[in-house]
């Protein structure tokens, strides 16, 4: 199933700790990219993205988001 998701920083976010969040949320995204379930990405160059998921379901897709706290399912 293919899951779109909507990344982007949350009313009030403090830039400074997503400077600090980007090299592990970029490791995963390449984990994640390496096991076939990222199938697509776009950044619209600042922080926020748009990710395509071949997921079970989207329980599946929130799990394996869950851990990347800029995401969020839409």
């Known amino acids: ?42 950044s619209p160059g600042h922080p926020g993205a748009v990710l395509m998921l071949d997921a079970l379901d989207e329980a599946e897709a929130a799990r394996l988001m869950a851990g990347l706290p800029w995401c969020r399912l839409a």
């Open 1 to 42: 199933m293919q899951i779109l998701v909507i990344c982007r920083p949350a009313e009030g976010a403090d830039p400074a700790e997503f400077r600090r969040l980007v090299p592990a949320e970029t490791a995963a995204l390449r984990d994640l990219k390496g096991s076939s379930v990222l199938t697509g990405a776009w």
